[in-house]
């Protein structure tokens, strides 16, 4: 989540939400409502080609428990999030955050703020311990997000490609 947090945008947010302008943080469930987020999660997942490469995602990853959490604007997304709830030896029963992610224009405006705390609602009453999220290395501006929300970094992911080249 880029931009810097600025406490009056964020009470503007609180009214918006008082208003009824703004939603509270909920639970994505409808095909109709995945495709709405779209616009928000290309802004964080460019690899994926298009809302039906987006929609065929989720639809496989909600098979291991994957969900999706919004905000809304009227009939609009302004901020989404991915997350499952997993258990490891690592961290034991967890929240895991895949995806974090607000319309750059709406960006410093508390809905990402907003997104953690239901999600860290989310995982307490799951049983869960922890909330845990991965981040690139290179988006520094979440990373400063995610340090004024309390998240520590704690370990260093590695990846690589399992495809054999021909």
């Not at 809905?111 to 869960?128: I, T």
Request: charged share 20%; proline share 2%; net charge positive.
């Amino acid at each position: 989540m880029g931009g810097g947090y600025h406490p009056a945008s964020r009470r503007g947010v609180t009214a918006a939400v008082e208003a009824g302008a703004v939603s509270t943080p909920r639970l994505v469930e409808s095909d109709a409502d995945v495709a709405a987020c779209w616009p928000v999660m290309r802004l964080l997942r460019p690899h994926l080609a298009s809302a039906e490469a987006f929609a065929d995602r989720v639809a496989r990853q909600r098979t291991t428990g994957y969900r999706l959490s919004a905000v809304w604007e009227g009939n609009n997304v302004v901020a989404v999030a991915g997350w499952r709830v997993q258990e490891n030896l690592l961290h034991g029963r967890h929240l895991f955050v895949d995806d974090l992610a607000a319309l750059e224009a709406r960006r410093g405006q508390g809905f990402g703020s907003m997104l953690l705390a239901a999600l860290k609602v989310e995982g307490r009453l799951a049983g869960c311990d922890k909330l845990v999220l991965g981040t690139a290395l290179a988006n520094v501006l979440a990373h400063r997000f995610y340090y004024r929300h309390g998240l520590l970094a704690t370990g260093l992911g590695f990846s690589g490609s399992l495809v054999v080249v021909a």
